[in-house]
Structure formats: C-alpha cells, structure tokens
C-alpha cells in the first residue's frame, strides 16, 4: 500500500487561474480531509469528505471546493486564484466509523501563485 | 474559539538532554489531543494520541486539563528525534484537525 498519494507534486499557476489536485486515500480509507499549509504555520483545516458528500468545512472562502468520487479518490478545487492561495496542500484519509479516527498524510502538492 | 498554541519556533538541546515541546489548547469540551511529527523530506505523521496513552519513541505526553496543556516529554533526547513538532486537536464530534504553529526541535551531538 504506497499510502495516500497526491497528484500533482507541485503546480505553478498565475492570479486568477483554476487549479485542481487529487488525492488518492490508504487502501480502506473513505473519508477525505484537505489542509492548506502556508509556509512556516501549521496545517489548516480546509474541509473534509466522507460518502462523496462535504461533512466539515473550515474557515475558507467558495473559491475552494471539492469533490469525492465512489472510489473515495478526491479533488481539491481553487478557483480565481490569489498570491495568498501559495501554499502546500495536504490530503489525509481515515478509517469509516464512529468516533475519532487517524488521519494519514500525504506529501502534498506545493501550490505556487504568480 | 478552538486554538492551538506551541509557544517556541525553536527548540535546541544536545542530545541525551531531556526535551520538552510545550502545547497549550482553547476549547471549551473535551478534546482529543495529538502530536504529529514531520521528519526532513517526510510526510507529516502521527506521534501519539492521548487516549492511547502509549509512549511512542520514547516520547510521552500527558493530557492537563486544568492548564489547557498537552506537553510532549522524552527524558533522553537523540539526534534522530530532530524534527518538526505539531500538536493538534479534534473538537467533539468532528473530524477535523486543528494544528499549532509547529515547534522545531534540533538535537546537537
């Protein structure tokens, strides 16, 4: 099991450009959660997928949206990108059932606006 | 609000020196609590959780709920430990992670 796995490894884009990323979960995994990671902070929480549907989504604008697919692969959307949207994108998958389950990371995808 | 807070960017200690990686949490329930590790040139991953209460590496951290705190301890440092630390928390009920700033820990030989 190579883990989670995300495409591409890193993306240079221009202001006011689309991006998209995929995420592939460890085997066994369904749920999805995607983080940005601007240079020198920690991981925050953009939303999080679980039976194709968005369960959680944290403090980022509609520019940012996502989809799950039945494989429980995922993809992170940016629209109308800003200089500010720099940053390394995470993709971590847990277990299904209840309660608080691990998230495993991927290496990210390195997201560079110009 | 629910926030993290690793008060040191840097932490320096020579190896065999005990280590301690401060985290201090706001959240008003009870939280789930994490410490995950990001080795040079590695993904991020997970160090331990406190309702495992495991001791991982050697490292150990104990859940205070009185001082909001959830300090990561190992009383022998070595230099393979020398990585980025982030303590996070899952508020109740969700699945989402939130992060601290991350603290640098650097063990000199």
């Known amino acids: 099991d190579a883990g989670v796995t995300q495409s591409p490894t890193h993306l240079i884009k221009t202001r006011g450009q689309q991006v998209t990323l995929r995420c592939s979960p460890k085997?066994?995994?369904?749920?999805v959660s995607w983080y940005q990671q601007a240079l020198g902070q920690g991981p925050q929480f953009i939303f999080q997928y679980y039976e194709e549907e968005e369960r959680q989504r944290g403090n980022f604008p509609d520019r940012f949206s996502g989809h799950q697919f039945p494989n429980y692969s995922s993809e992170l959307n940016v629209n109308a990108l800003l200089l500010g949207d720099s940053a390394l994108y995470l993709c971590?998958?847990?277990?299904?059932?209840?309660?608080?389950?691990?998230?495993?990371f991927g290496p990210g995808t390195r997201l560079t606006v110009l | 609000a629910q926030r993290v807070t690793q008060p040191e960017k840097l932490l320096s200690v020579f190896k065999g020196a005990p280590v301690e990686l401060k985290c201090n949490y706001s959240y008003s329930g009870s939280p789930e609590l994490f410490w995950y590790v990001q080795y040079s040139r590695q993904r991020l991953q997970l160090l331990l959780r406190h309702i495992s209460r495991e001791s991982i590496k050697g490292f150990t951290a104990d859940l205070n709920k009185g001082e909001t705190s959830f300090h990561l301890k190992k009383p022998f440092a070595q230099e393979e430990d020398s990585a980025m630390y982030y303590c996070a928390l899952t508020p109740s009920n969700t699945g989402k992670l939130i992060f601290g700033q991350g603290t640098t820990l650097q063990v000199k030989p």
């Open positions: 085997s066994g995994h369904d749920t």
């Open positions: 971590a998958s847990s277990l299904p059932g209840p309660g608080v389950n691990t998230q495993y």
